[in-house]
């Protein structure tokens, strides 16, 4: 059996699969103050009269660092900068507390100038004294050397142990200065509340003594166990939209070109399928206007919820980008989107006569009708969802799967299909699909899609390799792996590919992926000359291999 969990700010969903299909469902409200309460009843309901220990995989999917990153309620953290030379330091000004350090490594790796100790404890002190325990630290072209980042790391804990220090190097060990800092420090602004999360997921399988390993989804659609997301907490952002794709994915008709459109009760995110595939976003998560170097899927969220909240105003009315609580038809305060579904096209959904009372106020605000006013919240929904997604094909024509998919067919890409995931789908999306002209699935599975997507998505892993044959030495990001080339006069490409696919099979079958290995792909291979005078001294390769976003091979399908 396969468990996957959901863990929501409204509520948290689970899943059990059995010999491949979905044998069991469930929807619970989530209790932010006590989330190892929330899983245990989670577990607890869908192993009801089952045996644990047939238990064989768990997955959890989560938007808390989302919405820490979104409120802006993480730790407060002190981010440090080797900028070396180049631009203004002003430019990399990423934090609040965001102080530079004197130091520069070029492009390959070599130190030039060394840090000021005195410098450096000078600012930890000054960090001390503000009370900030969370520190990011990060180098430009320390993805060539980590050995700059790894001193400051040094210092400071012999100067300041209290101190919880991330290095930029650890996080991401790739190309862009700027993406690998803001990487690091979002990391550690959202590292302590996520450890906390980790630990109440890890009571609740202690307590249910479950002997399975727990991963967590990614903000790529992929999996990763649950202590190396201790390690790097900031690629579970986007978690939540990522695996309501994956969730279309299993209830996707077959490998059409779909727009995946995820309605919850505060927000709608839109994901794209090419071929049945999510469209992965080339530059990386992007997180309050600044790139990083998480791998993501290419996503986008609206305020927009089946709980937004509706007022009236003189002859209209309006859609709150806020959650003031659940619909009224389940109890709420106020009047929303739900409700006025609900009046719109007699849903029965939860106390109807709720949804007409609270709705009557605001219509009597406009100096509409009941009708007309539900018919205006409607009309709101669609157009605004309709203007996303148009926004966003133009986003994605930047990207390069969509260009080699309209290259390839020698056409404009065209959506075949609308897929609707999360509770509030089934009154949106059929709307939304006769305005555009386009087809439309929602799936029964619909309401608990995210906790599917989550239980059958399979690990992902990518690996960056740089190799300099006239340093005899290669990195591989993962782990910060070096090693020296043999035979670096006769080293070529086609060695590089295969040691970088050698590095990611074995680091596959260390973290639980290996079979899924055979599958990995080259997506870039390229070589650059070193030239001194009129001869090439050396080589420079890159190549970067992954195990792409899928599903786990026990996955039958879902029946419709």
Not at 8 to 33: A, N, W
Request: glycine residues 10%; hydrophobic residues 45%.
């Amino acid at each position: 059996m396969l468990l996957g969990i959901d863990v929501g700010g409204t509520s948290t969903d689970g899943v059990l699969i059995r010999e491949g299909d979905l044998d069991g469902r469930v929807k619970h409200p989530s209790r932010t103050g006590d989330l190892t309460a929330t899983i245990l009843g989670v577990l607890d309901e869908l192993l009801e009269g089952r045996d644990p220990g047939a238990v064989r995989r768990l997955v959890i999917s989560t938007t808390l660092v989302t919405n820490l990153l979104a409120t802006q309620n993480g730790a407060r953290t002190a981010l440090l900068l080797v900028p070396g030379r180049g631009l203004p330091f002003d430019f990399y000004r990423i934090a609040p507390e965001t102080y530079f350090l004197q130091g520069n490594i070029d492009f390959r790796g070599t130190i030039t100038e060394k840090i000021s100790e005195r410098q450096l404890h000078a600012v930890v002190e000054e960090i001390r004294e503000k009370g900030i325990r969370q520190i990011a630290v990060a180098a430009k072209f320390s993805h060539r050397n980590r050995s700059m980042e790894q001193q400051i790391a040094r210092l400071i804990r012999q100067q300041y142990p209290e101190a919880a220090v991330v290095l930029g190097s650890a996080m991401a060990d790739r190309l862009n200065f700027p993406r690998r800092a803001a990487t690091a420090y979002y990391s550690a602004v959202t590292a302590p509340r996520w450890h906390e999360f980790a630990a109440a997921v890890g009571e609740a399988v202690r307590q249910r003594r479950l002997q399975v390993p727990v991963e967590i989804l990614k903000a790529d659609g992929g999996t990763m166990p649950l202590a190396v997301s201790s390690l790097r907490p900031v690629e579970t952002a986007y978690s939540g939209p990522a695996a309501s794709t994956m969730g279309a994915v299993a209830l996707s008709p077959g490998k059409e070109n779909a727009v995946v459109i995820d309605i919850g009760g505060t927000t709608a995110d839109i994901a794209l399928l090419i071929v049945g595939e999510p469209l992965q976003a080339s530059r990386g998560a992007c997180i309050d206007g600044r790139f990083t170097h998480i791998q993501a899927l290419a996503l986008r969220s609206l305020a927009l919820g089946g709980d937004s909240t509706v007022t009236g105003e003189p002859e209209k009315v309006a859609i709150a980008e806020t959650r003031a609580g659940p619909a009224a038809c389940f109890g709420g305060p106020a009047a929303t989107v739900t409700d006025a579904f609900n009046c719109f096209g007699s849903m029965e959904i939860g106390t109807a006569d709720r949804s007409e009372r609270s709705l009557s106020g605001v219509a009597a605000e406009a100096g509409l009708t009941l009708q007309q006013c539900a018919g205006a919240v409607v009309e709101q929904v669609v157009e605004r969802l309709q203007a996303l997604i148009e926004e966003m094909f133009r986003q994605w024509e930047d990207e390069p799967a969509y260009k080699v998919w309209e290259i390839v067919h020698r056409r404009r890409f065209q959506m075949e299909r609308l897929i609707g995931i999360g509770a509030a789908a089934a009154m949106v999306v059929p709307l939304l699909a006769e305005r555009m002209g386009v087809a439309y699935t929602v799936h029964d599975a619909a309401p608990v899609a995210n906790a599917l997507g989550a239980a059958v998505a399979r690990p992902t892993l990518m690996v960056h390799l740089y190799a300099d044959t006239q340093q005899k030495r290669f990195l591989i990001d993962q782990e910060g792996i070096e090693g020296v080339i043999g035979n670096a006069a006769g080293f070529q490409l086609a060695d590089a590919e295969e040691m970088a696919l050698e590095h990611l099979a074995r680091l596959a079958g260390e973290k639980g992926a290996g079979s899924y290995a055979r599958e990995a792909r080259i997506d870039l291979a390229e070589q650059f000359n070193m030239i001194r005078g009129w001869s090439r001294v050396g080589k420079i390769f890159q190549v970067r291999v992954q195990i792409a976003p899928g599903l786990i091979e026990e996955f039958k399908g879902v029946m419709a």
